[in-house]
């Protein structure tokens, strides 16, 4: 019997792209003669031609799967979605705008049968984007691997081929706030690095934002680390500290040699200074409640609208 390999494509308005996508990977197969292959996509609410372009493909093909999400959910739980629904020996997730080029996965496999598990792309270039976004993104990385004890792969993505026992990890994680390139390292197994240049996207536009980019990295922060909390009481113990021996000095200062009441404007940058020490400590423990309080609601990550699985498998 053949091994299984599940290619997960999460695509949120991804009309322009798909063909060229789906003739790269159906080129895969030659390739990847002794296995067989599932094309998984999930449409994350697209609203565009998406749903119908993968309906179309998995009518003449059977290797084509899909999911259609209720609506957009974001990449993170797309990625869930697909990842639920992997029966396969082994993943691939790629993204759909062909950023990632899918000529790689054939060395991927080959690490795989070798016995890793995590065989992750790394890309040494990255062409078409800007320096601030390049600049952001590695001082980004260096920060998360400073504040956690999980080494976190630097410059990598979610392309990614994951073995079964990956899979299953993966599955088992249920939180709501996902940062899931932080749970391909938290769940651990043998990792192999494989490095390429990174392409601009084939077509269409892509769908981050600096905005949504800075939500992100929130939440890769606060998902995998509690110092933000550390480091505002440590602003905490220092700032009361040299508070302490400032008044000591005034004590001493005014019975020696008496008051002048002076300093308003010294004691208004102390109050001002101290006044945004607290709002941004409150800021930081509000987006741990915050995070808190989503856990707790329980809610499933996501809703399916059809799933569509293809044809027999042998
Ligand atoms: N994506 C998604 N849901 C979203 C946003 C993006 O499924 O809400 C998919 C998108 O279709 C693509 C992948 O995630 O396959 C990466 O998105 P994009 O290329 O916009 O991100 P970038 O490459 O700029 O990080
Ligand atoms: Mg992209």
């Known amino acids: 019997m053949k091994k299984t390999i599940t290619i997960l494509i999460p695509a949120y308005n991804e009309a322009p792209v798909l063909d060229s996508l789906y003739s790269r990977l159906d080129a895969l197969s030659k390739t990847l003669k002794d296995f067989q292959l599932e094309f998984l996509f999930v449409n994350d609410g697209s609203r565009d031609e998406t749903l119908e372009i993968i309906t179309r493909f998995s009518k003449k093909d059977q290797r084509v799967s899909y ?3 209720s609506r957009n959910f974001g990449k993170e739980i797309a990625m869930a979605a697909g990842i639920d629904h992997v029966t396969s020996d082994a993943l691939v997730i790629i993204d759909a705008d062909l950023q990632d080029p899918p000529e790689l996965i054939p060395e991927m ?3 795989w049968q070798e016995g890793y598990d995590d065989i992750y792309a790394r890309r040494s270039s990255r062409h078409g984007e800007t320096w601030f976004k390049k600049f952001t993104s590695k001082y980004f990385y260096r920060v998360l691997e400073k504040s956690t004890d999980i080494p976190i792969q630097r410059d990598t993505g979610d392309f990614r081929l994951l073995s079964r026992r990956c899979i299953e990890a993966l599955q088992q994680i249920r939180e709501r706030e996902r940062y899931t390139k932080g749970f391909f390292s938290w769940i651990g197994y043998k990792k192999k690095e494989i490095t390429y240049i990174r392409d601009p996207r084939a077509a269409g536009e892509t769908k981050w934002n600096y905005f949504k980019l800075f939500n992100l990295a929130i939440d890769g922060i606060t998902t995998f680390t509690t110092a933000p909390l550390r480091i505002a009481s440590f602003f905490g113990v220092v700032v009361s500290a040299c508070a302490f021996f400032y008044i000591l000095y005034l004590v001493l200062r005014t019975i020696f040699f008496g008051t002048d009441l002076a300093g308003y404007p010294s004691m208004m940058a102390v109050i001002l ?12 423990i509000g987006e741990y409640i915050a995070r808190i309080f989503n856990e707790t609601k329980q809610r499933p990550l996501y809703f399916i609208e059809h799933y569509h699985r293809g044809g027999k498998k042998d």
Do not use: A, E, R, W
């Not at 200074?273 to 930081?284: K, T």
């Open 109 to 111: 496999v080959h690490y």
């Open 67 to 69: 999911l259609n999400l």
């Open 273 to 284: 200074f101290l006044g945004g020490v607290q709002l941004l400590s409150l800021g930081i």
